[in-house]
């Protein structure tokens, strides 16, 4: 099994930024890709960025978002610059990936943003 915490949420006014963290335990070399989702009130999840080979950000946020990763800690970050009402969301960290023969997706439990306006 793969455990995945999230931490770094909260309240910050627009135009202010956040760094969320996902620490991942367990079975991670089950993991290839990192990503984070958000999800509204009242709205679908969507995927925010992604980071394995490459990086992917969802065009709402590109420019805005960055995410990154620390190999050595077993850590991956998104850095949140320009927060706007409508990135107000709990946001979660997935892992994914495969490994010998198995597709594995992991979820965090979801972490609390809110912007202010």
């Known amino acids: 099994q793969v455990q995945l915490v999230e931490s770094g949420g909260g309240l910050v006014q627009a135009g202010g930024s956040l760094r969320l963290s996902c620490s991942a335990s367990?079975?991670?070399?089950?993991?290839?890709?990192m990503g984070w989702y958000r999800q509204a009130p009242g709205k679908q999840r969507e995927l925010v960025a992604t980071?394995?080979?490459?990086?992917y950000y969802a065009d709402s946020v590109k420019g805005r978002f960055t995410i990154s990763r620390d190999n050595a800690k077993n850590t991956v970050y998104l850095r949140m610059n320009s927060l706007k009402p409508e990135d107000t969301a709990v946001y979660f960290c997935?892992?994914?990936?495969?490994?010998?023969?198995?597709?594995?997706?992991?979820w965090g439990q979801g972490i609390q943003v809110t912007v202010s306006s």
């Open positions: 997935n892992g994914r990936g495969s490994y010998r023969g198995y597709e594995y997706d992991y």
């Open positions: 367990g079975s991670i070399f089950r993991i290839n890709v």
């Open positions: 980071i394995g080979g490459s990086t």
